[in-house]
């Protein structure tokens, strides 16, 4: 459930992502500022979703949820709970994902600031 429910807020995410920086361009050429508010909103709601997703991930590799194929991959029993957290980016998909999550959160400080 917390699988599906993380790959729907990234695809929510993707999609809201792809609204905001069309919505940031436009908004730069027109000088329109309801539009970029609503790029803005969009950013912060896209990195809100993404970071939404990155927790459900941790808390499945906690559990040791090996119905994800994912962690059935990358983790182990065997492993501490520092390598257990550290095994989010072990792989090239969980790598892109925590980049993902890093240029959300970028994004983020860099609308509102």
């Not at 929510?12 to 539009?35: D, E, F, M, N, P």
Request: with cysteine; net charge neutral.
């Amino acid at each position: 459930m917390f699988a599906d429910l993380g790959y729907y807020f990234c695809l929510l995410g993707l999609i809201l992502s792809i609204y905001g920086t069309g919505a940031s361009l436009v908004s730069a050429l027109l000088k329109h500022q309801r539009l970029y508010r609503s790029a803005k909103y969009a950013a912060t709601a896209s990195g809100a979703l993404i970071i939404v997703a990155a927790i459900l991930l941790w808390i499945m590799l906690f559990n040791r949820d090996y119905s994800v194929a994912y962690i059935f991959e990358n983790s182990s029993n065997d492993l501490p709970q520092l390598y257990t957290l550290t095994a989010f980016w072990s792989s090239l998909a969980g790598s892109h994902f925590f980049w993902a999550l890093l240029l959300a959160l970028f994004s983020i400080i860099a609308h509102w600031t």
